[in-house]
């Protein structure tokens, strides 16, 4: 720990996605503080509610073994095995080992064993999925992931899109740290259309002096219904 500055550890439990019992722990977005310390007002992505009684109905998954789903990666985004960082200054380092029980070890992330600059600016840089058909008459979700360490300068994102425009579900209020695996669920009920798509974002912002740090890693994607 540098002298004088305290980093906020965030660690998101939510239950997974499906029809069993509603988040546990803190929910999402709603529950994370901002650098300061202050509660961050909710953006639009919900946690998923409680449908106990409905019949679960898998619309999507990738546990990125491979990406013959068809991911599109902007620069900067990988997919192949998790690899342990050390070029971090700040944070955790990025997982040696994927979330899924199995040999490939495959995740998606941000320079899989790298991490990004801060001496150099660019703008958000996505990790697309392919067309999800989401038109289904019942709830649907966002399941996923994370470990996940970032600055409070460069922000990460998670975004659906709705039919006409993407809009922001999560949006990093403060430096995240994490040193394990934490699991994420959305409401995207309100978005679900023939051709639902989810990204994630992350940006670089010069930090002369700020921390390096690993920044994403997914794996285990869902895109579940309760009909």
């Given amino acids: 720990m540098k002298n004088c500055?305290?980093?906020?550890?965030?660690?998101?439990?939510?239950a997974a996605a499906g029809?069993?019992?509603?988040?546990?722990?803190?929910?999402?977005?709603?529950?994370?503080?901002?650098?300061a310390g202050n509660e961050v007002a909710p953006l639009n992505g919900d946690p998923w509610t409680d449908n106990a009684g409905c019949a679960t109905t898998t619309l999507f998954?990738?546990?990125?073994?491979?990406?013959?789903?068809?991911w599109t990666l902007e620069a900067g985004w990988q997919r192949g095995s998790a690899?342990?960082?050390t070029c971090q200054t700040g944070g955790s380092p990025d997982p040696a080992s994927d979330h899924t029980a199995s040999s490939d070890n495959g995740v998606a992330g941000v320079l899989l064993g790298g991490c990004p600059s801060i001496v150099v600016s660019a703008p958000d840089?996505?990790?697309?999925?392919?067309?999800?058909?989401?038109?289904?008459?019942?709830s649907v979700s966002l399941s996923f992931w994370r470990w996940l360490n970032t600055?409070?300068?460069n922000r990460s994102r998670?975004?659906?899109?709705?039919?006409?425009?993407?809009?922001?579900?999560?949006?990093?209020p403060a430096s995240i740290t994490s040193s394990s695996w934490t699991n994420i669920t959305y409401d995207l009920t309100p978005y679900k259309n023939p051709n639902l798509r989810v990204r994630f974002a992350y940006r670089t912002t010069i930090a002369i002096?700020?921390?390096?740090?690993?920044?994403?890693?997914?794996?285990?994607?869902?895109?579940?219904?309760?009909?």
């Fill in 158 to 172: 998670v975004e659906v899109f709705n039919g006409s425009s993407w809009v922001l579900l999560y949006e990093s």
């Fill in 209 to 227: 002096g700020g921390w390096v740090m690993s920044n994403w890693n997914i794996d285990d994607v869902r895109v579940d219904a309760c009909l």
């Fill in 61 to 70: 998954e990738e546990d990125f073994s491979d990406n013959a789903a068809g």
């Fill in 125 to 138: 840089k996505y990790l697309t999925s392919p067309l999800i058909n989401a038109n289904v008459a019942g």
């Fill in 151 to 153: 600055s409070y300068r």
């Fill in 19 to 35: 029809c069993g019992a509603g988040p546990v722990g803190e929910p999402g977005a709603d529950g994370e503080d901002d650098f």
């Fill in 5 to 14: 500055i305290q980093w906020l550890s965030v660690c998101v439990g939510m």
């Fill in 83 to 85: 690899t342990a960082s």
